[in-house]
């Protein structure tokens, strides 16, 4: 597998309940990214991961908002106690050392979350 | 305001039109990069240009950093190329990519 692999790739849940996303990079990418989209709208900024360090987070991530990257391999967003806002879809991208400035961005297919 | 403006928002083209989309932003950045999205969500990575001109069989993406505006362009359209273009920034004040809101094209046979 070459490419960004997210999973589940759809999931539906009732309000209030947890979700988990997991997200694989490309193999030699250290760089994760994590980013939602709303319907008609572009992608908004999340997270970035550099290795395993979070070295930044949107003010869009709430305190119900978790996301990891222990082994600095694959990364896992968390929601807790889900709001129908939450419904979105959420991308994950990873590039390579040289970073988005210099190199490619690579999406994963992106996991659609609906709250009922 | 938003940091990255897409214009148009919509484009419906006849195959074979030549289709520009246009891409303004108000920051410092240190590359542009043109996605492609299809329905269901999957992005790919067109081009990133920090300067000048990139061709890419027909597609053809120039930037004016002096002028902060970026534009796509696409020869020949046809019907497999209907998806919404996003143009995204990378600034040069932080690490992230911000993205403009997308056109959706639509190109009829």
Not at chain 1, 20 to 35: A, K, V
Not at chain 1, 42 to 55: D, V
Not at chain 2, 64 to 85: C, F, G, M
Request: glycine content about 8%; some cysteine; aromatic content about 8%.
């Amino acid at each position: 597998d070459t490419g960004v692999s997210q999973n589940p790739r759809h999931k539906i849940t009732k309000r209030g309940q947890n979700v988990t996303f997991r997200c694989d990079p490309i193999s030699e990418h250290n760089r994760l990214y994590w980013y939602r989209q709303t319907l008609g709208q572009g992608p908004e900024f999340l997270t970035y991961f550099q290795n395993e360090a979070q070295l930044e987070k949107s003010r869009l991530l709430s305190d119900r908002f978790s996301a990891e990257r222990p082994k600095g391999s694959f990364s896992t967003l968390e929601i807790q106690r889900t709001e129908q806002g939450d419904s979105a879809m959420y991308l994950c991208a990873s590039s390579s050392p040289a970073g988005p400035s210099t190199g490619e961005l690579f999406f994963g297919e992106g996991s659609r979350l609906t709250v009922l | 305001k938003n940091e990255v403006e897409q214009s148009p928002q919509n484009l419906t083209a006849q195959e074979g039109e030549f289709i520009t989309i246009n891409c303004s932003y108000s920051v410092g950045i240190s590359a542009l990069h043109w996605l492609q999205q299809h329905p269901g969500g999957g992005i790919v990575s067109l081009f990133m240009l920090s300067s000048g001109k990139k061709k890419h069989g027909r597609l053809i993406a120039t930037i004016n950093i002096q002028e902060k505006h970026s534009s796509l362009h696409i020869t020949a359209s046809h019907p497999r190329d209907s998806a919404v273009y996003i143009c995204a920034v990378f600034e040069t004040s932080g690490s992230r990519l911000t993205f403009g809101e997308g056109t959706q094209l639509t190109v009829n046979p």
